[in-house]
């Protein structure tokens, strides 16, 4: 590249850089979609390996809810179901359900609605509410709560909390409102919990499960926290946070266990495909007999919720899979028992913002130094190293380094530097293959784009010009369905363009059911007039191919008329200042339509101006007189154009130019008899190799 086009292309790539560097700084939405989608797949290729550890669901599940009666259970039925997983040996009952009201099937509820009943006798009845409420008084149980805009005040705290730095909650989600236990339920529980999921997350897929949220004055554990807690009897957490402002959140410590979490105090889930020995049915832990229950509840973390569908409680996970929230809370605690954590570094963003800057400049080194083809091939490689190192750091240490970030900023500055390469240094020759890419011979535009003199802007040039038209179309497209009509035009005008392109001819346009074709523009080419009447006698041996091979698809013989001129025109690029084409204009292009017009008059099929015949020495001609042409204030001589210099050698030829001379002679002497037997024996002469030449000399003579 020349001095101040290289100087223009490292400004537009550091530019490039530049902002490819601050939009990964400023870390948008759609860049962050991105990098979760990335860390989605890691989880789907090496999901976590699982490993037995004593955490059970106990599923509400369709069987349950068809035995059992349908949702919501009275309270009664639930301490029964709290009663017998103690009973098995529960190490702490979590439940992922909601007990925000009164039991409306309790005996006492049903029967304070009925008038005329006695007060006192009503509160003689039980309360499933007491009942469940002493059951949960009698075992480790961890009741939930929601987040809910306009919710009810927070119930005090169950477990303590310690900080190591600053306090954290100017780090974790706000909690303006909450769905919560009735009163008699949470005095009860030895914990109560979270169970929301997407606080954290921009879709609806779980990634992050947050640990803590807060109204601003108390934190709120999540619901996997309070049964680890409860399980362990602990009564504190201890949050590690940052020592100064901003503050973030670094990991949480709950009785032996210590659980690494986000800034914003989430945890990364990393999950396993789903598995039914998590799960028992709620009315298998009610009706199975004890000693096949005993090995699956004793000593365990049981989390109580449903799987049914009608209850709304499944969500999307990174593994594509659609599961129970129950199971994320007890798949979060599998992690935090089992030690399997994944975890964005602090640095991770430094070194994904470096990596960006890095890679993209070493992309426009190697694109200014080097050919394009190497420079992407570097990019490439050192996009697919970057991965490789995300890789590796996701498999050794759970680490979630961002791939997207810095193979994006290498794609995106490698394609923006070789399209500035190729848009300042190659834009002529790209402009020339738009223009004629589909209209000339690859011959024809490889001489092009070679010449860097060529003008398209508008030129005289010596062109010989072709017009072609399909005769009798309206009659033929009234006989066909547009369909039809569409499919015959492009069989028959592919069929017969091709020979344009293969005589490195200029295609200018299609019009209708006509073709506009022109040699010598945009490049020099050798003998264009001989090339042009060799197209015509080829487009009319592939019209009689088609004729006969029945392929044009109707029931009728087709047959075209062709004119062509040499002469000067002005071709260049014509049109609107938005919308134009390369084409040809001037008296030579209209001289050549109104050549091809009179292919009707003359009842033959090409026709060829005196000037284009001149320069044709050898070929098959017939004269035709000199003929007015519609808007020409001279007579212009015309020839019938019947083969090439192979024909012209033959003696057919010679018997067809001899009677041809004849009717010329005839019609000159203008005697009717004379004129009919010379027509007689022109037509005789011409039709074994010539038949088109009867309509011509029957218009001769009738004319």
């Known amino acids: 590249m020349k001095r101040n086009l290289k100087l223009a292309f490292l400004a537009f790539s550091l530019l490039i850089v530049s902002g490819l560097t601050f939009l990964r700084w400023s870390d948008p939405a759609p860049l962050r979609e991105l990098r979760n989608t990335a860390f989605d797949q890691y989880q789907r290729l090496a999901p976590r390996d699982y490993v037995p550890v004593p955490v059970r669901i106990v599923d509400i599940d369709e069987t349950s809810l068809r035995e059992l009666g349908q949702w919501p259970w009275p309270r009664d039925r639930m301490a029964a179901l709290l009663a017998r997983l103690g009973e098995l040996g529960a190490a702490a009952v979590v439940f992922d359900v909601l007990f925000p009201e009164p039991d409306r099937l309790s005996p006492r509820s049903i029967l304070r609605t009925v008038p005329g009943i006695d007060s006192g006798l009503v509160s003689t009845l039980p309360d499933n509410d007491d009942l469940f409420a002493r059951q949960i008084a009698a075992h480790p149980t961890v009741l939930s709560l929601a987040a809910a805009s306009g919710g009810k005040p927070l119930p005090p705290p169950k477990g303590g909390f310690a900080f190591i730095g600053e306090s954290p909650i100017p780090a974790v989600p706000p909690l303006t409102g909450a769905v919560v236990p009735l009163p008699l339920l949470a005095g009860a529980a030895q914990g109560i919990g979270d169970t929301s999921m997407n606080l954290l997350q921009e879709n609806a897929i ?116 659609n599961v129970p929230g129950v199971s994320l809370h007890a798949q979060a605690l599998e992690q935090m028992l089992t030690g399997r954590f994944l975890s964005r570094p602090d640095w991770a963003d430094g070194l994904e913002v470096m990596m960006v800057a890095a890679v993209g400049l070493l992309v426009v080194a190697m694109t200014a130094m080097v050919s394009p083809w190497m420079a992407i091939t570097v990019g490439a490689a050192v996009s697919v190293a970057f991965l490789a190192l995300s890789w590796h750091a996701f498999r050794t240490w759970g680490f979630l380094i961002d791939p997207v970030a810095p193979i994006l900023a290498a794609s995106v500055v490698q394609f923006a530097a070789v399209g500035f390469r190729l848009l300042v240094t190659d834009r002529e020759r790209r402009h020339i293959r738009r223009a004629f890419g589909n209209y000339v011979s690859p011959a024809v535009l490889a001489r092009a784009e070679s010449q860097p003199e060529l003008r398209l802007g508008g030129e005289d040039r010596e062109i010989t010009m072709m017009f072609m038209d399909i005769r009798d179309f309206t009659a033929i497209s009234e006989g066909l369905p547009s369909t039809s009509l569409v499919s015959f035009l492009n069989t028959l005008l592919t069929g017969l363009s091709r020979h344009i392109i293969a005589s490195e001819g200029t295609l200018d346009k299609f019009i209708g059911d006509s073709i506009m074709a022109f040699w010598n523009a945009p490049v020099d080419v050798d003998e264009h007039p001989a090339r042009a009447a060799r197209c015509a006698l080829k487009m009319r041996e592939t019209l009689r191919e088609m004729n006969a091979s029945g392929v044009l698809g109707i029931n009728r013989q087709v047959a075209i008329g062709i004119g062509i001129n040499t002469g000067i025109a002005c071709v260049g690029e014509i049109g609107a200042e938005n919308r134009f084409n390369y084409s040809a204009v001037g008296d030579c292009v209209n001289t050549t339509a109104r050549i091809e017009s009179m292919c009707k008059e003359l009842g033959f099929d090409i026709i060829i101006s005196g000037a284009t015949a001149g320069l044709l020495p050898g070929f098959a001609m017939l004269e035709a007189g000199s003929r007015s042409l519609k808007g020409k204030s001279t007579k212009t001589p015309l020839y019938l154009l019947l083969g090439d210099e192979d024909f012209a050698n033959s003696a057919a030829y010679a018997l067809i130019r001899k009677t041809h001379a004849g009717v010329l002679a005839a019609l000159a002497e203008g005697e009717p008899r004379r004129i009919a037997e010379a027509v007689e024996a022109a037509i005789a002469a011409s039709a074994a190799v010539m038949p088109q030449l009867e309509r011509h000399y029957a218009l001769a003579a009738s004319s």
């Not at 020592?243 to 410590?253: G, N, R, T």
């Not at 800034?263 to 009706?287: C, F, K, M």
């Open 206 to 321: 779980v990634r992050i499960m947050p640990m803590f949220q807060t109204d601003g004055v108390q934190l709120v554990p999540s619901l996997t926290l309070e049964a680890l807690r409860v399980a362990q009897g602990a009564t504190t957490y201890i949050i590690e946070s940052t020592p100064e402002p901003p503050v973030s959140v670094v990991a949480v410590k709950v009785g032996d266990v210590e659980v690494p979490t986000t800034r914003s105090g989430g945890l990364w889930l990393y999950l396993t495909p789903e598995r039914r020995d998590r799960y028992i049915s709620a009315s298998a832990v009610l009706n199975a007999p004890a000693q096949d229950l005993a090995p699956l509840i004793e000593g365990h973390i049981v989390f109580v919720g449903t799987s049914a569908a009608g209850l709304f409680d499944i969500r999307a996970t990174p593994l594509g899979q």
